[in-house]
């Protein structure tokens, strides 16, 4: 076995060289409350509607605009189809895939049906409030007596073998000091990856976890050989990323779990055998896995969220430009539909944390964009527009302030390390 690297074995996608289109920080973005999306949707009507947007050449006319959505398929998102429904009186156009993808192949036929298009999409995930910032990738479901279910039922499914593997590494990557240096034992299956019977393989980086194996020395008891180990000393790159205390805890001759010490830098992980779509990932967020799973900002499950919702923007963004599309226009918000159950209608509820917003104008083929903070400070500062019909005939709960004050989630700061603790993603 070569044990001065295990870059060698890993698929294409994961390649280390490769340049990985950077995603919103979470912290940034969830620095402020999202909004009830009803509340969204009038806000960003009337902003289309300012004399800014006038002037940039953005007409908007209720007659003559096509609403149109991009999420997935889930009925927990229905509330957005009404909500879209009642500020603009037009049943929206779909241009969503399950899983909250950007389906490119519809913005063809929207056009044909209208020459401006006001696109509302996202990925979504379910939140449930509680201490500590409350519970992300699960809701309860109302038409199943309540039961909590996963939320995106298909990002969590398409994550859960990855976050079994990674919560396996973090389990059983063991590190101790017998003597002077931190040593960090690891099963074999997370260097080589046809030791492990899993589909998903997770494999550590041992340039940056590690600094050389421990030789072996018979008089010397911690360095006999484990079946199914390897023994290694810890790097100082590893030991400079962790906390103080996470130091002194390897500092015993106990060994201890790597847990959540276990960052982006120091593994990979990936799909052995990925859907492909004409020839690309089809889940084009599995590159970005390892920093989704080992997030210590924010759970994994909004964490998945921003990183597809930023992925599918892009796509939007990109696809609008298109010299075919030079003709039309369109305004794209593009957000994280968080998506809760409201009990005292029994009814799922919608909030929306805008993650980018742009303008494209009929006969140009670039757009404009807005950022996340940028969509706060505009959409806060005008009045939402009157919705064409009330919003109370169409939703069974038309006021969600109780709702979006019972968000509690604030991203874990990192702006102040302590001593030795690194930034982290
Ligand atoms: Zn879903």
Redesign the pocket.
């Known amino acids: 076995m070569d044990l001065t690297t295990t870059r060698n074995w890993l698929p294409a996608y994961c390649h280390t060289g490769n340049f990985l289109p950077t995603v919103q920080e979470t912290i940034i973005l969830m620095a402020k409350r999202p909004y009830f999306f009803p509340d969204f949707v009038g806000r960003a009507i009337a902003w289309l509607q300012t004399a800014e947007v006038r002037q940039l050449g953005f007409t908007y006319e209720p007659a003559t605009t096509l609403p149109c959505k991009w999420k ?1 398929s ?1 009925e927990s998102l229905f509330g957005v189809d009404l909500a879209l429904y009642a500020f603009t009186g037009h049943y929206p156009f779909d241009k969503g895939k ?3 993808q950007f389906n490119e192949a519809a913005v063809g036929a929207a056009v044909h049906h209208c020459p401006v298009n006001v696109d509302f999409g996202g990925s ?1 995930v379910g939140y449930i409030p509680g201490p500590d910032g409350g519970t992300f990738g699960y809701v309860q479901r109302p038409l199943n007596n309540e039961e909590l279910s996963t939320d ?4 969590m499914a398409i994550m859960a073998p990855f976050k079994k593997v990674y919560d396996d590494a973090c389990r059983s990557i063991l590190l101790n000091k017998p003597e002077e240096r931190v040593l960090v034992s690891v099963p074999n299956e997370f260097l080589q990856p046809s030791w492990s019977g899993e589909r998903v393989k997770l494999l550590v980086d041992i340039e940056h976890l590690t600094a050389g194996l421990v030789p072996y020395d018979e008089n010397v008891a911690y360095t006999h050989k484990l079946a199914g180990r390897s023994l290694f000393y810890a790097s100082e790159r590893f030991l400079e990323s962790i906390s103080t205390d996470s130091v002194a805890k390897f500092s015993t001759p106990e060994k201890r779990r790597v847990a959540d010490d276990l960052t982006a830098q120091f593994f990979h992980i990936f799909d052995s055998d990925p859907e492909l779509e004409g020839g690309d990932l089809k889940h084009r967020f599995l590159p970005y896995m390892k920093y989704i799973l080992s997030s210590r900002h924010a759970p994994y499950p909004i964490k998945a969220a921003v990183t597809r919702a930023n992925i599918e923007h892009n796509a939007i963004t990109d696809c609008v430009r298109a010299e075919s599309y030079r003709p039309y226009s369109f305004a794209c918000f593009t957000g994280v539909f968080i998506d809760m159950f409201d009990p005292s209608t029994k009814c799922y509820v919608n909030l929306f944390q805008p993650v980018g917003a742009s303008l494209k104008i009929a006969g140009r083929t670039r757009e404009y964009e807005f950022s996340a903070a940028e969509n706060h400070e505009r959409f806060d500062a005008v009045a939402p527009a009157e919705s064409v019909l009330p919003l109370s005939n169409v939703l069974a709960c038309s006021n969600a302030d109780r709702l979006v004050e019972s968000f509690t989630f604030q991203p874990k700061s990192a702006s102040r390390p302590s001593v030795g603790q690194s930034r982290r993603w």
Not at 152 to 155: E, F, L, N, T
């Open positions: 997935c889930d399950i899983g909250g979504h995106c039922g298909a990002v």
